[in-house]
């Protein structure tokens, strides 16, 4: 089994519509992330966590919110999906300060 | 602010030798890293380098210049299956809430031909 499974991996849904994408990670890894990606922009970060209780914005987190459910579940929200949220989105975890592990993504597109 | 800058794309022959450079300025630097990205996939971990040199791992060899703000990685002995996109991503500051953030760069695609 992945270590890292994101569910769902594609969704189509519309403009205006709270969608909630979801992480799980059998790792036991503390830290955990949620980037997007687009097409000639990169990796960039929307939210982190350190551990349950403690949550971080990143480079990008307007119109995005984050759940920390438990050490192994990381959940993203849009609470109103606009069609520039249409990217693929990565979860990933980290031990420490140094690798981090990605899970195989969620391509969402928003109408 | 943070600025990354590698190629978007470069085409290699099978066999061959090709290096992907990275150069950075960011606010501070405590750590620099590398990642393969196959079309469609998640990113997966290549090298890591924070002190000035080169890391070899086999066929993938990684050089930081921190004076420069400078990475390049090196792939030997190329590969079909080495066609895919390279992520250089550096952990730019100290301190607890920068020290887990990664700023990536937009990707060097590389296509490997026979």
């Known amino acids: 089994d992945a270590d890292v499974t994101q569910t769902p991996r594609n969704r189509i849904t519309k403009t205006g519509k709270r969608i909630m994408l979801e992480c799980s990670q059998t790792?036991?890894?503390?830290?955990m992330y949620w980037y997007r990606q687009d097409p000639g922009l990169g990796l960039r970060l929307i939210y982190y966590?350190?551990?349950?209780?403690?949550?971080n914005k990143g480079e990008i987190s307007d119109g995005y919110s984050v759940s920390r459910q438990a050490q192994a579940k990381f959940s993203l929200s849009l609470e109103s999906a606009i069609p520039n949220q249409t990217a693929l989105y990565f979860c990933a975890t980290g031990p420490d300060y140094n690798e981090q592990f990605f899970g195989p993504g969620t391509r969402l597109t928003v109408l | 602010g943070q600025n990354i800058d590698q190629p978007t794309e470069m085409t290699a022959t099978e066999g061959a030798i090709v290096q992907i450079n990275c150069t950075y300025q960011t606010s501070g630097f405590n750590g620099l890293f590398w990642y393969q990205q196959h079309a469609g996939e998640a990113p997966t971990f290549l090298s890591y380098?924070?002190?000035?040199g080169l890391e070899e791992k086999g066929r993938f060899s990684s050089f930081l210049s921190r004076s420069k703000g400078y990475s390049y990685l090196l792939l030997k002995e190329l590969q079909m299956k080495d066609s895919a996109s390279y992520l250089c991503?550096?952990?730019?500051?100290?301190?607890?809430?920068?020290?887990?953030?990664?700023?990536f760069g937009k990707g060097t695609k590389l296509s490997v031909i026979p």
């Open positions: 790792k036991g890894h503390d830290r």
């Open positions: 991503a550096v952990r730019p500051t100290l301190g607890r809430a920068g020290s887990y953030q990664l700023t």
């Open positions: 966590s350190f551990d349950v209780k403690d949550i």
């Open positions: 380098n924070v002190l000035d």
